[in-house]
C-alpha cells in the first residue's frame, strides 16, 4: 500500500510515495502540462511512481496553486492562467479508481509542517509559504481551517495598502505584492531574493536595509493574522520563508509591531524543516487520511 502525493507548481510537478510509517518512498517530477492537461499528466506521475516503488497507490492527493473548493474543484490557479472552474478530483478519481484529495498547494504545505515538521504537536498554527506568491495554511483547535468554501487561507491577497501596487488577482495592495519573492525583488531593482540574502550574510549594507524593508511587509501581514487567529507557532516556509537569515529580520520587524508581552505573548516564529517535498507530502497525507 502506498499513499501519492503531487505538488502542481507553476513550472513543474512534483511527486512523492509515502509507505504505512509515513516515510518517502521515492519522488518523481515532470514539467508542468499546460490548461486541462495537467489532469492527465498527475494521473500518470501516480500511476508511474506506483510502478516505481511496486506497490499499488491507494490513495492520491492533490495540491494546486489557487483557490480549490472542498469538493476538489480548481475554480482558479494563477499560474496556470488556463485552469478555470475544473473537476479535478472527479476527473482524477474516474480515471484511477482510488480514493483522490485535491487542496490548495499552501494547505498541503501546511499539513505535513503539522503532521510531520516545524508545527507538530500545535492546536494553533499558522503556515505561510513565501515564494513567488504567498500562501497559507491555518490550523486551529487541532483542524485545518477551511472555510465554508474551502478558500480560506488565501492571506496574500488581504489589503494592506489601499490603492497600492497592482496584483495579478485584479485588485491592489494586496500583501503578496509587498511580501513576496516578486516583491523583494522589486525592492531589490531586479535582484533575486535569493540574491539579497547571499549579500546580507556577506554583511552588505544596501542589502540589509531591502531585506529589513521587506521584512517590515512580511511582519506587517503576519501581526494581522496573529490579531485575527492567535496561532501558538508561526511555521514560515516556501523557496523564500524558509531562510533563517529572513527569519532573523522578520522576528525582529514582528516584535516591534507586537503588544509588551505582559499584554499579548506573541507567537513562536520557526522555519519549515520538510524542505521542497512538503507540498507533495502534504497532499499525500490528506489523500491517505480519507483511507483511514
Avoid at 507553476?10 to 495537467?38: R, Y
Avoid at 480548481?74 to 480514493?99: C, F, G, T
Avoid at 511580501?179 to 531586479?190: C, E, H, I, V, Y
Avoid at 524543516?273 to 487520511?289: S, Y
Amino acid at each position: 500500500m502506498v499513499a501519492i502525493g503531487v505538488d502542481v507548481g507553476g513550472t513543474k510537478c512534483l511527486a512523492v510515495a509515502l509507505g504505512e510509517d509515513g516515510s518517502v518512498l521515492d519522488s518523481l517530477t515532470l514539467p508542468t502540462a499546460e490548461g486541462i492537461g495537467v489532469v492527465e499528466e498527475v494521473a500518470e506521475l501516480c500511476t508511474a511512481l506506483a510502478r516505481r516503488v511496486g506497490k499499488a497507490a491507494t490513495s492520491l492527493g492533490v495540491g494546486m496553486p489557487g483557490t480549490v473548493s472542498r469538493d476538489g474543484v480548481v475554480y482558479l490557479a494563477p499560474h496556470l492562467p488556463d485552469v478555470r472552474q475544473l473537476p479535478m478530483r472527479e476527473l482524477l478519481a474516474s480515471k484511477l479508481n482510488i480514493p483522490v484529495v485535491v487542496d490548495n498547494d499552501a494547505t498541503c504545505a501546511g499539513v505535513a509542517e503539522w503532521k510531520k515538521g516545524a508545527a507538530q504537536n500545535c492546536n494553533d498554527a499558522l503556515i505561510i509559504t513565501i515564494g513567488t506568491g504567498i500562501g497559507a495554511a491555518l490550523i486551529a483547535n487541532g483542524k485545518v481551517m477551511r472555510g465554508h468554501h474551502g478558500f480560506a487561507g488565501e492571506s496574500g491577497h488581504h489589503i494592506v495598502v489601499y490603492g497600492g501596487e497592482e496584483c495579478p488577482c485584479g485588485r491592489r495592495g494586496c500583501w503578496e505584492q509587498y511580501a513576496s519573492g516578486t516583491a523583494l525583488r522589486r525592492m531589490a531593482n531586479g535582484v533575486s531574493g535569493e540574491e539579497v540574502l547571499l549579500r546580507v550574510v556577506k554583511e552588505d549594507a544596501e542589502a540589509q536595509i531591502v531585506l529589513e524593508e521587506f521584512a517590515s511587509w512580511v511582519a506587517l501581514g503576519l501581526f494581522n493574522l496573529v490579531n485575527t487567529l492567535d496561532p501558538q507557532v508561526i511555521v514560515l516556509g516556501g523557496g523564500l520563508g524558509s531562510s533563517a537569515v529572513l527569519r532573523h529580520f522578520v522576528a525582529n520587524a514582528l516584535s516591534k509591531q507586537m503588544p509588551p508581552a505582559e499584554l499579548r505573548p506573541a507567537p513562536l516564529l520557526v522555519t519549515a524543516q520538510l524542505g521542497p517535498e512538503a507540498g507533495a507530502i502534504g497532499a499525500a497525507l490528506l489523500g491517505k487520511a480519507v483511507m483511514n
